[in-house]
């Protein structure tokens, strides 16, 4: 029996895993598909993290270097896992590049998918260039180029944030909710309102879910930072050739409500990996019905999925926050500890 184990994703969850399995003396290879470790924060060059308030380049870019440190990590990136066989204790993977890798089991830490905005067109995203993302203004604002409108490099001063774009959206099919999109649209809010004192911002919302202690960032985003939130259902975003129009139906009063802005935000939501059929096929296990990898259950094995020895971390289970990822990379990393003690245990009573 190999006492090595195989992660797959580079992410917080991956790197969690792969950090608590070397911690525990397990030799790790982790398999990562980009050339850089760090997952979506780093990918997407996120700003200041909720609920830490730390720049996500200095928090994950610690775990990445704590990773790349470690000699107990052998770390393959540019590559995917393209076969998988065997039984726990005895793996093989062979990768995209040629290469074999030997487990006694795997943790998929392959993450999600940000919700493309192009498939929601009435809402104005890739028709108006001042219709943006969540993930480009954290852009912006990591950058250190701040909050300017893409058409002229102007300084807004009327931002509009539109919660739920990709989620809790059944005609589109995606009934989930991504969970982290308020709490990250509220920090935004406030952001944008640090940099510039003078812009106006509203989001516009279904219902709010802060939840949990991140109920702060709601709360914060009013009284101190004077936010406005619209509860409203939006029916499209237009323009004038400057300004971009919302319209919808305020629901609270129950009256059609046009409100022209210098930017309309996106807070997109978190879509199952687009890799996960292929993942499902070449790992064989099963995916939830939403196309995120499921979960053999909730209360047992931490991370066990529908096949012995292949555990699942992080948000490609489903919509996560980074701390959660995080805690679910080292749960599943005890399990992994837990299967391999019990196969030594056994192999020595043989
Ligand atoms: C706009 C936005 C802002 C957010 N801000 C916050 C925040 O402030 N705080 C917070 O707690 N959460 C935030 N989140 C959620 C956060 O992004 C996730 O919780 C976190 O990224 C999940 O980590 P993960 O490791 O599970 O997945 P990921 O970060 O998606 O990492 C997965 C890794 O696996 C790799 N991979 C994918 N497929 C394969 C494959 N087939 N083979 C090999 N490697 C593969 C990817 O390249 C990636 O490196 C935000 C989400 C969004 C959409
Ligand atoms: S967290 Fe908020 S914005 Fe995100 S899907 Fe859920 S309700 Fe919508």
Redesign the pocket.
Known sequence: MTKEVLVVGGGPAGLAASHALSSAGIPVTLVEKTDILGGAPIHSGYAKLVPSGEWAKDAIGGMVKRVEDDPGIKTIKNATVASFDGSPGDFTAKLSNGQEVKAAATILCTGFTHFDSINKPEWGFGLFPDVVTTSQVEQMISSGKGVRRPSNGEKPKRVAIL??????DRQIGRE??????????ANMAMEIREELPDCHVYIY???????GLYEEFYWNSQEEHKVKYIKARIAEVTSDGDKVIVKGEDTLVKRPITIPFDMVVH?I?MDPNVDNFVLSKTFDVDLHHWGFLKRQNAYGVAGATSRPGVFVAGAAIG?ETIDDSIAQGQSAAMSVVGMLHAGATQTAAE
């Open positions: 919660l739920c774009v990709g989620s809790r989930w909710c991504s969970k982290v999109c308020c709490t990250v649209s919302y279904m219902d709010i879910r802060t939840f807070a939501g919509p």
